[in-house]
């Protein structure tokens, strides 16, 4: 029984490494293929992607000013049925940003920021039912000397 669940908590690490690296690549097929349903719960903002078509529309939105936006694994941990990341999320402004008051035309300055996030999974199952990051919404825009 401990081989299954140490199976099963491997095989869910290497689902969440593969997804982070395919979303720094932009295959997005790929991407939405690590998901049972795809969905981002984003803490900081409070937004919900719910369903494959939100998820598209928040990767194209979020990529539009960070083209090149990546990310570097500090951390990672399975834990009942999540795994846990900590991360260097990065990037470089390169086109339009919209804020709600404004749209930030390209600066070419980089950031990097310091996050983490969760992914859940069903139990028994290795594909991803959420993904929540969770960090400090206005760490990119102070990163970007924009606040």
């Not at 981002?40 to 979020?62: I, Q």
């Not at 846990?84 to 035309?105: A, D, I, M, Q, S």
Request: glycine share 8%.
């Amino acid at each position: 029984m401990e081989d299954l669940a140490a199976d099963l908590a491997e095989r869910r690490i290497q689902v969440v490494r593969d997804h982070m690296a395919l979303e720094c690549v932009h295959d997005w097929d790929a991407v939405i293929a690590t998901f049972e349903h795809p969905r981002y719960e984003m803490h900081g903002p409070g937004t919900v992607f719910d369903g494959e078509a939100a998820v598209r529309g928040y990767f194209a939105a979020s990529r539009t000013p960070f083209p090149d936006q990546g990310n570097e694994i500090i951390a990672i941990a399975h834990a009942g049925d999540t795994v846990l990341v900590e991360f260097w999320l990065t990037g470089t402004h390169l086109g339009p940003l919209k804020l709600p008051e404004r749209t930030v035309e390209p600066t070419g300055k980089p950031f990097r920021i310091r996050m983490a996030a969760s992914f859940e999974f069903a139990p028994g199952g290795d594909k991803i039912v959420c993904e929540r990051p969770y960090y400090d919404q206005f760490a990119v825009l102070r990163a970007l000397e924009l606040a």
